[in-house]
């Protein structure tokens, strides 16, 4: 993975020219990377070739955060509902998900990136399991970009797991009813540590949440791109960005 994008002044995307420098960029971006099938289909080819293709976009995303100082890109990967695809797909996207993890391992250190995952890991595979373990340690000294994949996750199923440390914390005296507020709750969630993602992009033009970060988007803004995941690109990237940026936060007030 190479960093040589540039802020560039003016990028015209299809509607309009970005004013690059202008932008406001968050902290933490979230992407539902939606579409790979429907990108394969369009070309008359297997769904595992949508899923490799995807595995660009993931790294193209990397850089632009990079280059745009997006510190932390939370990927939707694989959900928990995911598990329900036929089982040939799940062993595909699973063999798919491993190669990408060792093989890009050299190009996270080469290039700063730190790889966290959210999600009930233990229900992945062992082999990708230990793949990631080692990606996760062997890239956790790096100070770029963080790269949190979301792999066997639900947003209900991570509120469950916080709710049950909360439980054990209390049944262990440690905790009682009066200490479980936003705070406290947030420090048990998968993204304990990570500020609440501001933007939330989803490609492929589907408009629903399907069980991702519940809890975090609670006030994140949402943009919806008709690309499919793996034609999504850098000026993709500004385009969502552009559309943040002119988005009136209000936050409840007036
Ligand atoms: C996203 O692409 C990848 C995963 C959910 C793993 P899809 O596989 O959902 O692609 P579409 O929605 O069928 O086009
Ligand atoms: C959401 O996409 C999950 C990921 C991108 C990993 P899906 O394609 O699984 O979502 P639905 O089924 O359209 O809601
Ligand atoms: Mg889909």
């Known amino acids: 993975m190479k960093f040589t994008l540039k802020k560039k002044t003016k990028v015209s995307s299809e509607a309009s020219v970005i004013d690059v420098p202008t932008l406001s960029v968050p902290e933490h971006v979230a992407i539902i990377m939606d579409g790979n099938g429907r990108w394969a289909k369009r070309r008359g080819l297997p769904r595992a070739a949508g899923h490799r293709a995807g595995a660009d976009s993931v790294r193209k995303a990397v850089e632009s955060c990079s280059a745009l100082g997006v510190k932390f890109l939370t990927l939707y990967a694989f959900s928990s509902e995911n598990w329900n695809r036929p089982q040939k797909e799940v062993e595909t996207l699973m063999g798919l998900l491993e190669n990408f993890l060792k093989d890009k391992t050299p190009e996270m250190m080469k290039d700063n990136v730190r790889l966290q995952a959210i999600g009930r890991l233990d229900m992945l595979p062992d082999h990708v399991r230990a793949a990631l373990d080692k990606a996760i340690v062997e890239t956790a000294g790096n100070t770029g970009v963080t790269m949190n994949l979301a792999l066997s996750y639900g947003g209900r199923e991570e509120i469950v797991d916080a709710t049950k440390r909360l439980v054990e914390k209390a049944t262990l005296g440690e905790i009682t009813a009066d200490d479980v507020d936003n705070t406290s709750f947030a420090n048990e969630i998968y993204t304990a540590g990570m500020p609440d993602p501001c933007l939330l992009i989803r490609t492929s033009g589907e408009q629903r949440l399907s069980n ?37 936060r209000r936050f409840g007030k007036v």
């Open 212 to 248: 991702f970060l519940l809890w975090q988007l609670s006030y994140a803004e949402i943009v919806i791109t008709e690309k499919l995941w793996p034609d999504f690109r850098h000026d993709d990237f500004l385009a969502a960005l552009s559309e943040y940026t002119k988005r009136d």
